[in-house]
């Protein structure tokens, strides 16, 4: 039986491993590319002492060379986006086809008559395909983990940015195996391969926005960070690389008086016209900045915690899979 999966996957199997191939050496090039020019940049050292920031003799310096490295490497930051897609395609081309296309041929009546129970038959398939996918997004997440260490240390967005979170680290593994158990799973519901393509395409698009928008910002308790209007420095201000769910300046009384803003007046500033620095928006004493944040340390427990939810929905999707096998014809 596993002689046959692989004979009847492995035009597939060769397929992925010539594309993984290319992208590895595509990655390899340009990631030591992106490392060595990082180094040249001195970004290390403005890594190291928190810039962008208030660092005494760096500050400037480096933001110009926070610049220059992106201007130079900012374009791959898209081809990056691209490798967002690679969990979907794996279980449109992989998992959707695997029990759909089956039954669509009608090739399953010949292995349940070889004394092949279909218990046994699906094991096999959901093993070999699943190893597979095992495979190759634990090598696409660890990869792209090394590929965006650069661009993650010299952007000015934190790693919980939707694309730099979803395309590193562990995330792409659940991902992976969730695309290719839906696309099982959707095998079963209609046994034909292209509406099961459609349905896993509309599936794992649908989770993955709902679960990035609504469920993401939630996993732990979000932090707030407030600082007074008058007589700051903005030395509190947010650290680079935490994720802001949302800010803005309050009066004294709690107040939201400009969403999405920052004012900071050092002590005795005040306007082009003479009057205090934020009467133009109605601030006065007492007003304050806040900030609605998730703290960049939280990044790889927010990885686990989404990865895990994704393995947890792929077991019960397969598992609801091996039922729904039983009914067929």
């Not at 060769?14 to 050496?25: C, N, P, Q």
């Not at 649908?206 to 960070?225: D, I, M």
């Amino acid at each position: 039986m596993i002689w046959l999966t692989w004979r009847q996957h492995r035009r597939d199997a060769l397929f992925a491993l010539g594309g993984l191939a290319v992208l590895g050496a595509f990655m390899i090039i340009s990631g030591l590319a992106m490392r060595d020019a990082f180094d040249d940049y001195g970004l290390p050292k403005c890594v190291a002492a928190g810039n962008p920031g208030p660092t005494p003799g760096l500050g400037e310096t480096c933001d110009r060379a926070f610049n220059q490295f992106h201007d130079q490497f900012g374009t791959l930051s898209l081809a990056g986006i691209l490798f967002l897609v690679l969990p979907l395609l794996v279980g449109l081309f992989w998992g959707a086809p695997l029990i759909a296309r089956e039954v669509e041929q009608g090739t399953h009546r010949f292995v349940w008559t070889q004394g092949v129970s279909r218990q046994r038959w699906a094991l096999v398939k959901f093993g070999f395909v699943g190893a597979a996918a095992l495979l190759v997004s634990v090598a696409y997440g660890l990869g792209m983990s090394w590929w965006l260490t650069p661009l993650n240390q010299g952007w000015r967005q934190s790693r919980f940015d939707a694309f730099f979170f979803d395309m590193q680290g562990v995330v792409p593994i659940g991902y992976t195996l969730f695309a290719v158990a839906l696309g099982v799973f959707a095998g079963t519901v209609w046994p034909r391969a292209l509406p099961a393509m459609a349905g896993t395409l509309v599936g794992f698009l649908g989770l993955r926005v709902a679960v990035a928008a609504l469920a993401r910002p939630r996993y732990l308790p979000a932090r707030e960070l407030t600082y007074p209007v008058q007589g700051s420095t903005g030395e509190l201000a947010i650290r680079r690389g935490d994720w802001i769910l949302s800010n803005g300046v309050h009066d004294a009384n709690g107040k939201l008086v400009a969403p999405n803003a920052q004012v900071i007046c050092p002590p005795g500033a005040t306007g082009p016209d003479g009057r205090a620095c934020g009467a133009d928006l109605g601030l006065g004493p007492g007003a304050y900045n806040w900030w609605l944040y998730q703290p960049e340390s939280r990044f790889w427990l927010f990885q686990g915690i989404e990865a895990g939810i994704f393995v947890a929905l792929a077991a019960l999707l397969l598992l609801l899979a091996v039922r729904r096998i039983r009914r067929i014809a």
